[in-house]
Every structure is written in structure tokens, then in C-alpha cells.
T-cell receptor, first 114, second 116 residues
């Protein structure tokens, strides 16, 4: 069984640029959630995708957007990067459905905005 | 909205000491509760969980009991090891309706350092 994978591992961008982060969910999982973890803080929910549809969104501006593909992998896109976007971005997958409350996390992508 | 509050850290212990990390929550309905652990430079690993009142989650010597009357889910371990040094996060989720659980709400994390 393959776990959750994310790419790239690290990324450095300049303020104003755009970035795309990628996530492959665990085998058999159809739900992907994205979280932002600033240094020294707990992860904050960005949004969730269930069977290719957005299924909830946290308090993040529209320049944070996402996609889920038919194979349930997912992308997080951030436009017009700001310095405060520097963080560890975590992807988590879950089975979906009423009994699937467990989310399994990938290793994260460390984004630095200069 | 939902929230999770953890005891402030960092926590520094000697090997074989007893560990308690306090966690309290605010949520409507009946949330499921979790402890996640994050080792340096890594993502989050699920440590243990409890889905209803009075459930006890346990794993690798760690335990936590879901106390609805005090809205708490304190993490305990009887004898910590150097390898337990990490950041510990308490979290909750609630069924969001439809066909899927929604977001995890996390506490701010507690840094644990265990010395030999």
C-alpha cells in the first residue's frame, strides 16, 4: 500500500509569483484535504476535495485554489504569493464516507516566499 | 466554531518520567478526537484516536480518554523515551454532512523534549 506523497519537497518563490503543489492520495482514498502549517503553529485547514468536488473551505482567500483529478490526486495552486504564505503545506487523504474520519498525512511541501 | 486548546510548552522531561499533555476542546455535537505526532522535518502521524465519550485511545504506550463532561482528551505516557521527542498535536473532526467528514481542527502543538 502506497502512502500519501507530495511534490516538490521544498520550493522557493518570489512575492507575486504563482505556485502549484501536488499530492497523491493513499491507495483507495477518494478524499484529499490541504492544510497550511506556519512555523510553530498547528495546521490550518485550507480546503477539502471529495470525488473531484470541493467539500469545504477554511478561511483562506480565493487566490488559494485546488483541483482533484479522476485518480483522486490533487493540486493546490496559490496565486500572487505573499511573504506570509511561507509555510509547510500538508496534504491528507481519507477514505470518504461516514465512517472515514481518519486522515493520513504526506510529508509536506516547504514553501519559502522571498 | 470548533477549537482545540493544548497546554503551553515546551515540555522537557528526563527519560522514564511520566508525561501528561493537556488538551481541551470546544465543538458542537459529537466530535472524534485525535493525537498526532510530528517528528522534525516530517509530516503528521496519527498516534491515537477516540470516537465517542469514555473511549480510550492507545498506541505505543500513549493513552488518552475522551471525557465529554470536561471536554478533554489529555495525552499520557507512563515512561517516556528519548525517541518520543517530537511535537504533539491534539485535533478534532466532526461529520460535515453529506458523504464526507470535514476538516481537522488542531491545537497549537506541544513540543516535547526527553533527555537521557
Amino acid at each position: 500500500e502506497t502512502g500519501v506523497t507530495q511534490s516538490p519537497t521544498h520550493l522557493i518563490k518570489t512575492r507575486g509569483q504563482q505556485v502549484t503543489l501536488r499530492c497523491s492520495s493513499q491507495s483507495g482514498h477518494n478524499t484529499v484535504s490541504w492544510y497550511q502549517q506556519a512555523l510553530g503553529q498547528g495546521p490550518q485547514f485550507i480546503f477539502q476535495y471529495y470525488r473531484e468536488e470541493e467539500n469545504g473551505r477554511g478561511n483562506f482567500p480565493p487566490r488559494f485554489s485546488g483541483l482533484q483529478f479522476p485518480n483522486y490526486s490533487s493540486e493546490l495552486n496559490v496565486n500572487a504569493l505573499e511573504l506570509d504564505d511561507s509555510a509547510l503545506y500538508l496534504c491528507a487523504s481519507s477514505l470518504g464516507g461516514r465512517g472515514s474520519y481518519e486522515q493520513y498525512f504526506g510529508p509536506g511541501t516547504r514553501l519559502t516566499v522571498t | 466554531g470548533d477549537s482545540v486548546t493544548q497546554m503551553e510548552g515546551p515540555v522537557t522531561l528526563s527519560e522514564e518520567a511520566f508525561l501528561t499533555i493537556n488538551c481541551t476542546y470546544t465543538a458542537t455535537g459529537y466530535p472524534s478526537l485525535f493525537w498526532y505526532v510530528q517528528y522534525p522535518g516530517e509530516g503528521l502521524q496519527l498516534l491515537l484516536k477516540a470516537t465517542k465519550a469514555d473511549d480510550k485511545g492507545s498506541n505505543k504506550g500513549f493513552e488518552a480518554t475522551y471525557r465529554k463532561e470536561t471536554t478533554s482528551f489529555h495525552l499520557e505516557k507512563g515512561s517516556v523515551q528519548v525517541s518520543d521527542s517530537a511535537v504533539y498535536f491534539c485535533a478534532l473532526t466532526r461529520f460535515a454532512g453529506g458523504t464526507s467528514y470535514g476538516k481537522l481542527t488542531f491545537g497549537q502543538g506541544t513540543i516535547l523534549t526527553v533527555h537521557p
